[in-house]
């Protein structure tokens, strides 16, 4: 199994930054893209931004500019750094990890979401 922790969620000013971790623990071979995805109330999960193993990215275009993904492969982390935030922003945002496990499989992992709220 494998567990994904998320950290660095709350409540912010528009204009404001945060930055979200989150660490992968547990048995795997490796962890291939991860990934932000964030779901805000009444609407659809959408990905904000993937990171490949190799460091290759790609982001929603309403983030970009703004916010900037990034990897740690030696502590299986990922974080995310989110500048000029805006009320838009405000949704649970979820981690996500394509795991290839200890038998060759591959699945996706998920975080259990971190909250963020942009309000004045």
């Known amino acids: 199994q494998v567990q994904l922790v998320e950290s660095g969620g709350g409540l912010v000013q528009p204009g404001g930054s945060l930055r979200l971790s989150c660490a992968a623990s547990?048995?795997?071979?490796?962890?291939?893209?991860m990934g932000w995805y964030r779901q805000a109330p009444g609407k659809q999960r959408e990905l904000v931004a993937i990171?490949?193993?190799?460091?290759?990215?790609n982001y929603a275009d309403s983030v970009k500019g703004r916010f900037t993904i990034s990897r740690d492969n030696a502590k299986n982390t990922v974080f995310l750094q989110m500048n000029s935030l805006k009320p838009a922003d405000t949704a649970v945002y979820y981690c996500?990890?394509?795991?290839?496990?200890?038998?060759?499989?591959?699945?996706?992992?998920w975080g259990q979401g971190t909250q963020v709220t942009v309000s004045s």
């Open positions: 996500n990890a394509q795991v290839v496990g200890t038998t060759l499989s591959t699945f996706d992992s």
């Open positions: 547990g048995r795997f071979f490796r962890l291939n893209a």
């Open positions: 990171i490949s193993s190799a460091r290759r990215t």
